[in-house]
């Protein structure tokens, strides 16, 4: 509605009011004269914008017209109504003065009439209330009486009743008692028939674990040659050191892991063909047994039972304290999964402190205040704690209290480089356990962002394409640069959470800022040695997708 619209609908209704007013002689001159008053208020709220409008439309100058002629002949002809209403309402309020004068004299008179009317009224009521006063007094007296003698009654009826509660309660006590005392007899009995399957159940894992860490940490490893895959080549290798080299079967069982929810039979098979092939360990060499982490759920006595276990099998025992709704703890689970496939020789624990009351009691008893939260244990005593989802700081922990590892060696040829030896060389600046536990936990990550299995084998690929041509090339230094907003890097593998992560696993690092952000590997890094053998694996156990 424009304000010209409104300003004729505000006067309309003014005029029409006052025609009511003038026409309505069955109602009280003083409520119409109120009316006039209020008509006229609303006339006057809208003359300041009808004024401005008048002078709007009087404007002489062309140039500075806003209204056309039509719009012009309306709004002065509004001003006009302007001017007659006020003069209508000043004639409506001539006619209704001298009627509301006669009306306000003959209220003045009625209110002194019900003046003298209530001053009477009031002595009545005050005589009345003096009379009702003594009455009162008198039943008061009645009443107390009455109360005093209903007390005396309802305090002897307590007391009986009391005095009856109290036997009955006294009885509900003896049987409550003597049921408690049968159903912890029943408990004692049910508690000892599971200590004792839990002591059987202990002994087992004692034994499988001892098996295990006995397995994993065997020494003096040594190995001849094996068998090139044609007449002329024959590859040969020897430890060298006891670092080990990738785990095959560990980063292929975790490759499969991520693939298997999307991943048709010949995938899996792929996968499965790759663990294979890359861990042919000749008779007489150590092979380390696939690692997971052992979750808690019966709380202080099962824990206590893996730490014994591991005590006597002189294994380090590290325990993830988390909850489910905490994020942190979901971040790092991938890469706490992934240390226990790579450190064979740790037992990696599990509590979840919501997962049962018994583990909610164990983590108040360990006084874990954060989470998630790792404590490291050793011949049954905390050796070490820290909180927070570092993977690095915890990787780092862990090796400062685990018993080193045995060599492992994988005799597998790879095309365009040398056999996969577990030399520690000068310029390798990371532990071969811990490139792999980087990479398997940054792959994992980065299968958690891709939608489906296509997205995540093209990135895993493109890292590998990198990685290669470092390899490939190794002594030409723009091969070990990768600028961030190259369009195929960042399509393909940078636009991804965990992208970054898997290059900086290999050995890249960050370098720059803005634009000009890149991924640099040193001429250090580049000679790791296990660069070549994680592709060869990497390569074999990531399956095509067509």
Not at 78 to 96: I, P, S
Not at 247 to 271: F, G, R
Not at 407 to 416: G, H, K
């Amino acid at each position: 509605m424009t304000l010209f619209s409104k300003m004729c609908a505000e006067v309309d209704g003014v005029d029409a009011e006052l025609d009511a007013v003038a026409a309505a002689t069955s109602t009280s001159a003083l409520e119409r004269r109120d009316r006039v008053a209020a008509a006229s208020a609303r006339l006057e709220e809208a003359a300041p914008s009808i004024e401005k409008m008048r002078g709007t439309a009087a404007e002489q100058d062309p140039e500075k017209r806003i209204y056309n002629e039509n719009i012009t002949a309306k709004v002065l002809y509004l001003f006009e109504r302007l001017a007659g209403l006020r003069e209508k309402a000043n004639a409506v309020n001539t006619m209704l003065n001298p009627l509301a004068e006669q009306e306000e004299a003959a209220a003045t008179e009625a209110k002194a009439v019900t003046a003298k009317a209530k001053a009477e009224a009031e002595r009545v009521a005050a005589e009345a209330k003096a009379d009702a006063e003594a009455e009162r007094i008198a039943a008061a007296a009645a009443a107390k009486q009455k109360e005093e003698e209903e007390a005396a009654r309802v305090t002897t009826e307590r007391e009986a009743a009391r005095a009856k509660e109290e036997a009955e309660t006294a009885a509900a006590k003896a049987t409550a008692a003597a049921a408690k005392a049968a159903e912890a007899k029943a408990a004692a009995a049910a508690a000892e028939t599971e200590r004792a399957r839990k002591a059987e159940e202990g002994r087992a894992k004692k034994a499988a674990l001892v098996a295990r860490v006995g397995v994993s940490t065997a020494s003096d490893v040594s190995l001849t040659a094996a068998a090139a895959p044609d007449a002329t080549t024959a590859t040969t290798t020897q430890v060298v050191s006891t670092t080990p080299p990738p785990n095959a079967a560990a980063l292929a069982s975790m490759l499969a892991s991520m693939l298997a929810s999307m991943s048709p039979p010949s995938i899996t098979s792929t996968i499965a063909s790759s663990t294979r092939s890359s861990t042919n360990t000749p008779s007489g060499v150590a092979k380390t047994v696939r690692g997971e982490v052992r979750h808690v759920l019966g709380g202080a006595a099962e824990l206590r039972t893996a730490l014994e276990e591991a005590s006597a099998a002189g294994a380090l025992t590290v325990v993830d304290w988390s909850i489910p709704t905490c994020g942190p703890c979901q971040r790092i689970r991938p890469a706490y999964a992934a240390m226990a496939l790579v450190r064979q020789n740790v037992q990696f624990v599990g509590v979840d402190a919501h997962a049962s009351a018994e583990n909610a009691s164990l983590a108040r008893d360990a006084s874990v205040r954060a989470f998630p939260t790792f404590h490291l244990y050793a011949n049954m005593r905390r050796v070490g704690e820290m909180s927070g989802a570092d993977e690095t700081r915890l990787a780092a922990l862990i090796d400062a209290h685990a018993a080193p590892a045995a060599a492992e060696i994988i005799v597998s040829p790879v095309p365009n480089s040398s056999p996969a030896v577990t030399a520690s060389v000068p310029g390798s600046t990371t532990s071969m356990d811990t490139m792999q536990a980087a990479i398997a936990s940054a792959l994992t990550t980065l299968r958690g962002a891709c939608a489906g299995l296509p997205e995540f084998v093209t990135a895993t690929k493109t890292a590998l394409l990198f990685v290669g041509n470092v390899l490939d090339n190794p002594g030409d230094g723009k091969y070990r640069k990768v600028r961030l907003a190259n369009p195929g890097f960042r399509a393909k593998l940078g636009r991804f959470t965990g992208g970054i992560a898997v290059m900086e696993a290999f050995g890249f690092e960050k370098q720059g800022d803005g634009d000009d952000l890149v991924l640099v590997m040193s001429e250090l890094s580049a000679t790791h040695p296990g660069l070549p053998a994680m592709r060869a694996l990497l390569e074999r156990a990531v399956p095509p997708v067509g």
